[in-house]
């Protein structure tokens, strides 16, 4: 059954630890994805590369996991036949 998701709560998640808005949207392999990335990016912190890389990746992921819950209620709402098909 889906559900309606929060895009601020994903986005939380998301800012909270990377990857977590991801599983809170049900994209278990991305999610697994972006922690394993965030992960990475704090042991590169060692090298001083990762300073850079972890703010970058960080903000991507608090964006994807708000897009990507907007996404997922206009999807369901579609299917509920509140919104109509857009033509694009």
Known sequence: M??????LV????SFLFAGL?????QQ?????I????????LFLMWFVVGLFTFFIFWIYNIYDA?????RANMKL????????????
């Open 77 to 88: 709402a579609r299917q509920s036949g509140k919104v109509e098909p857009s033509t694009n």
């Open 2 to 7: 889906d559900f309606k998701r929060t895009p």
């Open 66 to 70: 708000y897009k990507m819950a907007k």
């Open 34 to 41: 972006f922690v394993l990335i965030n992960l990475i990016n």
């Open 21 to 25: 808005g991801q599983f809170y949207n």
């Open 10 to 13: 994903a986005a939380l998640l």
């Open 28 to 32: 278990h392999l991305k999610g697994t």
